[in-house]
Nanobody, 123 residues
Framework: VQLQASGGGLVQAGASLRLSCASS????????MGWFRQAPGKEREFVAS????????IYADSVKDRFTISRDNGRGTAYLQLNSLKPEDTAVYYC?????????????????WGQGTQVTVSS
């Protein structure tokens, strides 16, 4: 199973980015998906997750009201819209496919991970 994350880049504070995570439809269409991030010297942290049918979405408090997770099951792709970016959002962002239809904050709830895409926000 391969997950391909893309869309990262170097932007100024206040800018927006849209991350994409492409996977096999058979892999992800019945599973929750999530985004995590890891900044240098820090542990990987949860960012957002979405259930298989997009009915349930969970966000970390630090990104709520700025980031939006979505998915297109027909394309086997999950998205993360990042708005009002801050320097503290700088990290490698990873997407993951959950073990079940609903996935939350715990990384152990996910069994397939993408390679990550770098997001750098300058002040």
């Amino acid at each position: 199973v391969q997950l391909q994350a893309s869309g990262g880049g170097l932007v100024q504070a206040g800018a927006s980015l849209r991350l994409s995570c492409a996977s096999s439809k058979r892999t992800s269409s019945n599973n929750g998906m999530g985004w995590f991030r890891q900044a240098p010297g820090k542990e990987r942290e949860f960012v957002a997750s979405i259930s298989w049918n997009a009915a349930s979405r969970i966000y970390a408090d630090s990104v709520k009201d700025r980031f939006t997770i979505s998915r297109d099951n027909g394309r086997g792709t999950a998205y993360l819209q990042l708005n009002s970016l801050k320097p503290e959002d700088t990290a490698v962002y990873y997407c993951a496919v959950g073990r079940g239809a609903y996935s939350g904050r715990d990384p152990h709830q996910y069994h397939y991970w993408g390679q990550g895409t770098q997001v750098t926000v300058s002040s």
